[in-house]
Structures are given as C-alpha cells and as structure tokens.
C-alpha cells in the first residue's frame, strides 16, 4: 500500500519578504508545450512536434487581507521586477515521509483583484503574475528550470536548448 504525497503546509516569499501566515493559496503555472500536428509523406499518421513552450506562464496567489508591498513593483516596465518563491511540505500518511518542495518564479504582478470589502468580513485580494522564469526543486534537486529570455530549458539537470543556442550563437 502506497499513499499520496499531500501538501501540508505552504509559504510564499516575494521579493525577500515572507508571507508566513498571510498566504491563503498559490495556484501554480500550468506547464505546457505547444505541439504542431504533422504528417509528411510515406508516413502512416500524424506525429506531434514540440514547438516549445505555449502561451504565458502565470501564477495566482491570494493573500488574506492588505500586504503592502505587493504595489511596490506594479506596473514595472522589467518582466523580471518581482521574484516569487512558494516552499512546501508535501507529507505521506504512511511512511511520515516529507518531501520540501520549492517553486522559485521571477516575473511581474500583472492583475491585483481587491475581491469585496465588507465592514466586520474577511478580506482577500488576489494576484496574478505573468512569468518569464521558473524553476521546481523537489528534495533539493532541480526537476525543471525554464528561463524564457535566456533560451534555457532544463529538466532534470539536461539542458535541453543547449544545442540550439550553440547552433545560434548565444
């Protein structure tokens, strides 16, 4: 028998600042590859060609209440300005095993949802942010690094791009 590793606990860093306590939630990127259907002659299918990455990367994440410095960096003009760091403990009921899991993104807040605001009721807002890096540490070791401006993707330490940016010169 085998159970799930759960998410037991979670904090969020932005910018150096910690959230302990003032995090409600984190919605992670949802990684996806753009995949170009193709089927060329003497071929008895269609096959799918990974074109890279496909759309934007973003993160959402609620905080209870009014965190100030969310608005420090809002509107920056660097697609880099804020750095994001969520950690977790991801546990297994069975086995007490804990796995630390960190998710390190630098991007900008491009959306802060205020939510409602009601007299004596809780307070939430929430953010979005547009990413241009990622990286998933698992255990102390690094499963995905993806750094869109300087043409690095990484998994499990194969750095994928590597022929492709000798091939351009960068």
């Known amino acids: 028998m085998a159970l799930p590793k759960k998410l037991k606990a979670l904090n969020l860093f932005?910018?150096?600042d910690n959230y302990q306590g003032?995090?409600?939630?984190?919605?992670?990127?949802t990684l996806t590859r753009k995949i170009e259907?193709?089927?060329?002659g003497g071929m008895d299918g269609?096959?799918?060609i990974d074109m890279g990455m496909d759309g934007l990367m973003t993160c959402q994440w609620t905080v209870g209440g009014l965190?100030?410095?969310?608005?420090?960096?809002?509107?920056?003009?660097?697609?880099?300005?804020?750095?994001?760091?969520?950690?977790?403990?991801?546990?297994?009921d069975d086995t007490d095993e804990?796995?630390?899991?960190?998710?390190?993104?630098?991007?900008?807040h491009t959306e802060i949802d205020f939510g409602d605001a009601q007299d004596g009721?809780?307070?939430?807002?929430?953010?979005?942010s547009?990413?241009?890096?990622?990286?998933l540490v698992i255990g102390g070791v690094t499963k995905i690094e993806i750094d869109l401006p300087n043409y690095v993707f990484k998994v499990n330490g194969d750095d994928r791009l590597a022929r492709r940016r000798q091939a351009l010169g960068i």
């Open 46 to 48: 269609s096959v799918g």
């Open 37 to 40: 259907e193709w089927r060329g």
């Open 14 to 16: 932005g910018n150096g």
């Open 98 to 108: 804990v796995v630390a899991v960190e998710v390190v993104m630098r991007g900008r």
């Open 22 to 29: 003032q995090i409600q939630s984190v919605t992670l990127p």
């Open 67 to 92: 965190v100030e410095s969310i608005f420090d960096n809002f509107g920056a003009s660097r697609l880099d300005a804020d750095l994001l760091r969520m950690t977790g403990s991801y546990e297994r």
């Open 121 to 128: 009721e809780n307070t939430e807002h929430k953010i979005t």
């Open 130 to 135: 547009t990413l241009s890096y990622y990286k």
